[in-house]
């Protein structure tokens, strides 16, 4: 099997012992050619299976295998360690918000200096003294919020820390937090590189795009950037203009960390004179500024 005569019809398995699950994964990753042979029937000649359905056995358990190691080692990758950190990050301020409503309500029932929000569970949990009608257990309610809280703030100053270093160029443009949720919901560095900006400016916005769709909502003029200063501090009636400016960046940003992971500092110089004109319309002449929706660029 290993001569040169057979090179070209030797199958994924030639060189391989029967069970080398390892060696047979390498080979399906790694390995490649120009059309199929009768494998089967080859794998059988070879002595590699005693039969057809021998060989689809280890064909089987041989790309299960292959599978599990490309699957782990995207998974290690840093883009989706930091994905990983940002969702985990939301769900614990998500569920630290909602408890420490739970929290304000119930404690406003037996706790005459009740207060609301997160606040409240912390000075519960620190104080030395709590009044005899407040339960344990509502005390241990406020302990538990002040933990997601403080693990929140933990996650954030990951995410903060990593995302500079996964993307350096979209971490700039954007602040890292917002970098990490762009790459979280794309799915990727790579999955963000290779997305048109019109689908970077809608990003998070599925629900009001799908409505649009449906023919039930306007086009929505921007996603998860919204939360962008560049387009939060635009008029109204130009955020649709300043949304897609940020979102052309920020593609190109995402490209340029992909791909090359090279500085380019122009691009925040670029983005922010773009974005100085596109706020000069309302001061200069009310009537060029325009709804802010798809023609107004």
Known sequence: MTDEADTANAGWFSDLEPGDIEGASSAIIEGAVDHSEDWPQLAVETGYADSAGEYYDQLHEATMHATRREVAEREQADDQQLKHGIRAMDDCTRTA????ERLAEWGGTVDPDAGTGVDYARDLATRDETPDAVPDAIRSLAEQVVVLA?????????????????????????DPVLAARLISLAGGLEALAKKPSGTVQVLGAEEALFAHLRGHAPSPKHGIIYTHDAVRGTHPENRGSAARAVAGKLAIAARVD???????????????ERIETIQARNADDGDTATDGGADDE
């Open 150 to 174: 403080d693990e929140a703030d933990s996650l954030r100053e990951y995410v903060e820390r990593q995302t500079p270093t996964v993307a350096p160029n979209l971490s700039a443009l954007a």
């Open 258 to 272: 992909h791909y090359s992971g090279d500085p380019k500092p122009e691009l925040e110089a670029e983005l922010a």
């Open 97 to 100: 918000n909602e408890l420490a």
